[in-house]
């Protein structure tokens, strides 16, 4: 005799399809997501708690003459810090112009900077391939032994990242990043200074979802540096970071945030010396920014501001 078996009812078909809802889906751990540079694992932090303060007056315009090419100038007016054997900060008076020129292609950029005081700067990035990527930066300067330059390739894989440093001075570098879950990649790195005869070994971590971002990094020259950052919304970002060197002893830890408004950015922070900074950049109009800086060390009695204009994009 044939039994009869009825449905389930509706309570445990929906919680029959949250258990299955509620279950994980797998990692295909051959489908792996490629990692970001290993230099730049602490990307977002740097964004948020770094921002390229300044102090004085600062201008810039960009000129493009078509759509590769354009040309940029810069003037700077603002004090200068000069080391001194006491605790106070010694300031001197300078200003100084800079020209530049670009060229952007799609696999090709070259940036040129020359500056009153004699020094060249110069920057490249070159895609040799699809996954090879050649960095150079060199600066030249009329003082002795200041001059350098660098050469950085960078290969892309699948779920791993590996690049080659070399520098004057017989510096070379190699690391190598490799993405070991969806959300977590980890690394390591070495180096050679032939010039100083010093070598050193790194390791290093980070762990990103949509929501926040968590880096760790230790190195054999005495460095260890932490970074956090919460993204609590899409305009809005919290930022932690610390830095020790078991050699000199050295701490510092410091919070801040990143808001970015409909016209405006700012960013600010406060770390474990009572140095308090912010930095804003406001859009007038298309082409048009002004920049407020400030950075306040009650400590040591010094104070810096600056405000500038960026005119063209």
Not at 24 to 29: A, G
Request: with cysteine; charged share 20%; hydrophobic share 35%.
């Amino acid at each position: 005799m044939a039994t009869f078996v009825s449905p389930p009812t509706a309570p445990a078909a929906a919680a029959a399809a949250s258990d299955s809802a509620a279950e994980p889906p797998k990692v295909d751990y051959l489908d792996l997501p490629c990692p970001i540079p290993y230099e730049e694992i602490h990307r977002e932090a740097l964004m948020s708690l770094k921002p390229e303060l300044f102090e004085g007056l600062r201008f810039d315009f960009t000129k493009g003459l078509n759509q590769k090419f354009s040309l940029s100038h810069s003037v700077m007016m603002g004090p200068t810090e000069v080391p001194a054997q006491s605790s106070e900060t010694i300031k001197i008076p300078t200003a100084h112009y800079e020209f530049g020129a670009n060229f952007i292609d799609p696999k090709l950029m070259l940036f040129g900077r020359v500056l009153t005081d004699g020094r060249l700067n110069a920057r490249l990035k070159c895609d040799l391939t699809d996954n090879l990527t050649m960095k150079g930066n060199a600066q030249l300067t009329n003082e002795p032994h200041m001059s350098h330059g660098m050469f950085n390739f960078d290969y892309k894989g699948s779920d791993y990242r590996t690049q080659f440093q070399l520098g004057n001075g017989a510096l070379f570098g190699a690391s190598y990043i490799q993405s070991v879950t969806p959300n977590l990649s980890l690394g390591g790195e070495v180096f050679w200074a032939g010039q100083h005869r010093k070598s050193g070994i790194g390791y290093a971590t980070r762990y990103n979802t949509d929501k926040m971002v968590a880096t760790g990094q230790v190195a054999s020259t005495g460095m260890v540096a932490l970074s956090y950052v919460q993204k609590v919304s899409d305009k809005v970002s919290l930022a932690s970071d610390f830095m020790y060197n078991y050699m000199s002893r050295d701490v510092t830890a410091s919070v801040g945030y990143d808001y970015i408004l409909r016209q405006c950015r700012l960013r600010g922070k406060i770390d474990s010396n009572g140095v308090v900074s912010a930095f804003l950049e406001e859009r007038l109009n298309m082409g048009l920014n002004f920049i407020l800086s400030a950075e306040i060390d009650h400590r040591k009695k010094d104070y810096k501001f600056g405000f500038g204009l960026t005119v063209g994009e």
